[in-house]
C-alpha cells in the first residue's frame, strides 16, 4: 500500500506543471493559480480512493481543478483585473478572414474524427499553445465559458462586461483559436 501511496504522489508531482499552466491561463494570478492546484493535489491525496481508474489520472485530477477554479470564481473571493483595450486591435484580423457578404474566405480544413483528435496527448499542448497566443482576457473568457461551463451571465458579472461584448469576445477567441490549431495541428 506505501508503494501506491509514493507512486501516486510521484505521479501527482509530475502533473503539477501542468495543472499549474491551466490554472495560470484561467486565473491570470500566479498566487490564486499555486494555491488552487495546491488545493486540487491536497483533495486528490486526502481521498486516494476517489480515483477509480475510469480515466487516466491527468483527466481525474484535472476534472477536480476545473471544479476548485469554478468555486474559486464563484466565491468572489479575488480580485479582478480589467485590462481596457486589450482586445481592439483584432478587429482588422478578423475582417480579413470573411467576404463583404460574411462568408468564409477560406472554407476551414476538415478536422477528421474529434475524439480520436482529442485522445491525442499533444492536441492539449498546442491547444495551450493557441490559448496563450491569444489577448489574456480573450483567453479567460474562452476558458470560463468552453472549459469551465460558467453561464454567460456568471462570466459577465466576473469580469463586469455586458453579454454583448462577452458574445463578441467568444466570437474572436473561437476564430482565432480554430486559424491556429488548424496551422498548427490540423494543417498539412
Known amino acids: 500500500m506505501a508503494a501506491t501511496s509514493a507512486t501516486s504522489a510521484f505521479e501527482l508531482q509530475a502533473l ?7 490554472a495560470l491561463l484561467q486565473l ?26 475510469k480515466s487516466s489520472l491527468r483527466t481525474y485530477v484535472t476534472g477536480i481543478l476545473k471544479h476548485k477554479i469554478v468555486d ?43 475524439d480520436a483528435t482529442l485522445e491525442q496527448k499533444d492536441f492539449f499542448r498546442v491547444m495551450e499553445l493557441c ?30 462586461i455586458s453579454s454583448s461584448n462577452a458574445w463578441v469576445m467568444l466570437y474572436r477567441a473561437r476564430v482565432q483559436l480554430r486559424e491556429c490549431l488548424d496551422l498548427n495541428w490540423f494543417g498539412k
Open 72 to 114: 474559486l470564481l464563484r466565491s468572489g473571493k479575488r480580485e479582478v483585473r480589467i485590462d481596457a483595450g486589450l482586445d481592439g486591435s483584432d478587429d482588422a484580423i478578423i475582417d480579413a478572414l470573411f467576404k463583404p457578404d460574411g462568408h468564409t474566405v477560406d472554407m476551414p480544413r476538415q478536422w477528421g474524427d474529434p
Open 16 to 22: 503539477r506543471p501542468a495543472l499549474l499552466r491551466f
Open 131 to 160: 490559448l496563450a497566443r491569444l489577448p489574456a482576457r480573450t483567453a479567460r473568457i474562452f476558458l470560463m465559458r468552453e472549459w469551465l461551463e460558467l453561464e454567460t451571465e456568471e462570466i459577465c458579472k466576473e469580469l463586469s
Open 28 to 53: 491570470r494570478d500566479e498566487a490564486l493559480a499555486e494555491d488552487v492546484v495546491q488545493d486540487t493535489l491536497i483533495a486528490v491525496l486526502e481521498k486516494p480512493d476517489g480515483f477509480a481508474g
